[in-house]
């Protein structure tokens, strides 16, 4: 069976029918072969954001790699401007996600924006964990954990952000961050997560982390999620100012990169994109 095959035939993990955008569910990440994301943290205002979709489909919906599938895209803005986000690509393959979701359901929970509603707007990927979470909001790996459960619930596949905190031992940083990823997900319901390798030193940063270093921790962090049933068609991105050129230096040891401010440029954005293509092949040619 083809990987078109099996995204056509992948269960959906919410009722298509309710979805008014039914195709941008889990199912789109069964097993991409290059997965290339993007957020935009709050450095967009709302008509900023809207020139900067508007710019960035056009050059995306023409994109071969990314109309085959063979490398998958996904825009994360911030949720005033989720609607138009998702009105701008949704012709195209690119998906659409939230920075964050609540760890609680539907309730009495003023101003939290659950997962059910993200999931009926037809969010597809929600970003959870980011170490500004952390930092500056407090939340630990028990909250990480709940978030990642109740998106998975509503059939939103987590970026899941695993990172150590300050540089060291390459070794020692891979059993770190594996240990993160088993307690961000304890409790969470079988589907595939996107885990985003961020170092917390290498975020914004003027350079990002070592290849050997990201190299060292990817092996690791891939190792986990493909020895654990329940995360079947995983995929493991690095992020922590990561541009042009990162994904061709890295090879094969990424499914791909998690962009954050060398991203606002959309000819940067195409860059990495035309490199993720070329990665596609060479698994391509590997896997025949």
Do not use: N
Request: net charge negative; glycine share 8%.
């Amino acid at each position: 069976m083809t990987e078109h095959e099996l995204l056509a035939h992948a269960p959906d993990a919410h009722d298509s029918a309710a979805d008014p955008r039914g195709t941008r569910d889990r199912a789109e990440f069964v097993h991409p072969q290059v997965t290339v994301g993007v957020s935009l943290k709050t450095y967009f205002g709302h008509e900023q954001a809207r020139a900067w979709f508007a710019e960035v489909v056009q050059r995306a919906a023409v994109h071969p790699a990314v109309i085959s599938g063979h490398v998958r895209l996904f825009v994360i803005p911030t949720y005033p401007q989720i609607p138009a986000a998702l009105d701008t690509f949704s012709a195209t393959p690119v998906l659409v996600g939230a920075q964050d979701v609540s760890e609680y359901e539907p309730g009495a929970y003023t101003g939290e924006v659950t997962a059910a509603e993200l999931a009926e707007l037809g969010v597809a990927v929600a970003e959870i964990g980011h170490a500004e979470r952390r930092r500056l909001f407090g939340e630990t790996d028990e909250v990480t954990a709940r978030k990642a459960a109740t998106a998975l619930a509503h059939g939103i596949t987590p970026v899941l952000c695993i990172g150590e905190t300050s540089r060291t031992d390459a070794v020692d940083a891979a059993t770190a961050t594996v240990a993160q990823l088993a307690a961000d997900l304890t409790g969470a319901p079988s589907g595939p997560v996107i885990v985003a390798y961020e170092p917390v030193w290498a975020i914004g940063a003027p350079e990002p982390a070592p290849v050997e270093h990201i190299a060292t921790v990817t092996r690791a962090l891939r190792d986990a999620v493909e020895a654990d049933p329940a995360r079947t068609g995983s995929a493991v991105i690095y992020g922590g100012s990561a541009g042009p050129g990162l994904l061709t230096r890295l090879g094969d040891d990424v499914d791909g990169l998690f962009l954050g401010r060398f991203a606002h440029d959309p000819s940067a954005l195409d860059a990495v994109l035309d490199e993720a293509a070329a990665r596609a092949a060479a698994r391509g040619e590997v896997c025949a």
